[in-house]
């Protein structure tokens, strides 16, 4: 595994490979001046699991995380099409989590790593929320087996899971942060009341579960906002998810 220098608008990107496939790679970035920043947020993009979608969609969030002055590491990981489907998508995130750990060696307990995913970049960072010391979940995907009975994301959870849910009932139970409560680290899930890609109910669900098993959780339902706005930063939970992510260095 190799560091790679690559030309880029966003100044500082450096891009690490933590596996041989063209997608297994994080894009690191620190904000302008020195010091310790207050927090490293550690992007994970949604698509429905699918390679037509990459890290590029978390490109404004990127800006405004630097801007508030947080490191930022944005991950890439195989999808259907290129390599991906359940469980290696999973166990490239776990990869790629430790790589951001090993880089920012410096910062372990000192700057808090929060793992920010949206739609299924969401479930991946739950399901991978013992490598960061708190999770955001924008949006989050929390059952595949609901996705899969509710035929959510054009069919897409049979296509990444590679059969029905009746079909592989443990393997979908472990694809679903739902079922592997609890996580042991605060998580903060905001979602939007107006969201067709994965419906709020999801999210309803989930945190009536995650608090009854014991987790730190807290839920705010957007009024209005569809899914993409989930990783607008110009939207109007983003500031209050932003200073949520810092204050979990002062916990």
Same mark, same amino acid.
């Given at each position: ?15 690490? @490979?933590?596996?041989? @496939? ?9 904000? $302008? ?33 630097? *801007? ?9 990981? *195989?999808?259907?099409?290129?390599? %991906?489907?359940?469980?290696?998508? %999973? ?50 995907? $929390? ?7 509710? *035929? ?76 993409? @706005?989930?990783?607008?930063?110009? @939207? ?16």
């Amino acid at each position: 595994m190799t560091s790679t220098s690559l030309e880029s608008s966003q100044t500082g990107r450096q891009r690490i @490979a933590y596996g041989d @496939a063209e997608p297994q790679f994080v894009d690191f970035h620190l904000p $302008t001046g020195t010091g310790r920043p207050p927090a490293v947020a550690v992007l994970i993009h949604g698509g429905y699991w699918r390679d037509r979608f990459d890290l590029t969609l978390m490109d404004t969030l990127v800006a405004d995380t630097l *801007r508030r002055g947080m490191a930022v590491a944005n991950v890439e990981y *195989r999808r259907m099409g290129n390599g %991906g489907g359940w469980p290696d998508t %999973g166990q490239d995130v776990a990869q790629a989590m430790a790589l951001v750990r090993k880089h920012w060696r410096n910062w372990n307990g000192a700057v808090p790593f929060v793992a920010v995913g949206h739609s299924v970049g969401g479930q991946l960072a739950l399901l991978n929320a013992a490598a960061a010391d708190a999770v955001v979940a924008l949006a989050p995907v $929390t059952d595949v087996s609901r996705v899969d009975d509710e *035929r959510l994301g054009e069919d897409a959870a049979v296509a990444f899971m590679g059969a029905r849910a009746a079909d592989l009932s443990s393997e979908y139970a472990a694809a679903s942060p739902l079922r592997q409560l609890p996580f042991g680290r605060p998580v903060l899930v905001l979602h939007g009341d107006v969201d067709a890609r994965v419906p709020v109910g999801h999210s309803r669900d989930f945190v009536r579960a995650a608090r009854a098993a014991g987790d730190q959780v807290d839920y705010r339902e957007v009024e209005g906002m569809d899914h993409l @706005a989930a990783i607008d930063p110009s @939207a109007s939970h983003w500031a209050a998810a932003a200073a949520w992510m810092v204050a979990q260095g002062t916990r």
